[in-house]
């Protein structure tokens, strides 16, 4: 029996960083429920409890954001934290572009909300797959791939049009960026070779999909995927996880779905 081992290499490669701001303005509700019925609803349930959904027409607090944002019971699969570490947790002044325009990518590539929100809150989500390895070890054995998905996430709300001023933001800055830009998230430089790839999303009020191509070393370019869905909020992913092979990958679309099913 070959004994079975894990490509440490590829566990490395493959870690990916979820980016996602929400920037909630509320939505339309037809349950026929009264406000009261509604109010007394909120205040009633646990914060983080799976299911609750954004409350209509109305800027969100820090508190009814933590309501609505990510928890372990609305994911099936991986761990969800309420507290992302020092290097992760990016503040706004940490971000900055060579080209004005391009802030706005910028922001969802480091988790950051867009302009002045009125509250905001950060979750993180991490998660792995495992893949016998078409490589073998040194003595022949199996080997395994190990996939480790990492995501942040930037729940958001703003006041107004905010919501609608962001997406509109970031379409701008699309199509305005698409030969690439340099920027700083953080304590990490990185220079966007391409921006391109805009598909638009059947979720939310509007939503959209972005490839950004990221310079490595050399003439390589690793791949970022940006997913941004507003319904009365702005959804927004950045996945680093083929930063190494620059091959296409997939969006975990569960941990995407479940936080868009909380807004309402």
């Not at 701001?21 to 406000?35: F, I, K, N, P």
């Not at 509604?38 to 914060?47: F, L, M």
């Not at 480091?110 to 302009?115: I, K, L, R, T």
């Amino acid at each position: 029996m070959s004994s079975t081992a894990v490509r440490r290499t590829a566990l490395a490669a493959s870690a990916a960083a979820l980016a996602l701001l929400v920037t909630a303005c509320g939505g339309s509700s037809d349950d026929g429920a009264s406000g009261d019925d509604k109010a007394k609803a909120e205040q009633s349930a646990p914060a983080g409890e799976a299911g609750q959904s954004a409350p209509a027409g109305k800027t969100l607090t820090a508190a009814e954001l933590e309501k609505v944002a990510l928890a372990q019971a609305d994911v099936k699969n991986g761990e969800v934290a309420t507290k992302l570490s020092a290097e992760e947790d990016v503040a706004q002044d940490q971000i900055s572009a060579n080209d004005k325009a391009c802030l706005p990518l910028v922001h969802v590539q480091g988790a950051v909300a867009q302009a002045e929100p009125a509250a905001n809150v950060k979750r993180a989500w991490q998660g792995q797959k495992e893949a016998p390895s078409e490589s073998k070890g040194p003595d022949g054995q199996d080997m395994t791939d190990v996939d480790v998905n990492r995501i942040l996430l930037n729940v958001a709300s703003y006041e107004g049009d905010g919501a609608e001023q962001a997406m509109a933001g970031l379409k701008t800055a699309v199509e305005k960026c698409a030969g690439g830009f340099e920027a700083t998230v953080g304590s990490d430089k990185m220079r966007v070779t391409k921006v391109s790839g805009v598909d638009r999303l059947k979720a939310g009020d509007e939503g959209l999909t972005v490839d950004v191509g990221v310079a490595t070393s050399g003439d390589s370019s690793g791949l970022m995927k940006l997913v941004v869905v507003r319904k009365g909020a702005t959804l927004s992913v950045v996945n680093l996880s083929a930063m190494v092979t620059g091959a296409d990958f997939e969006i975990p679309a569960d941990v995407v779905d479940a936080q868009v099913a909380k807004l309402g």
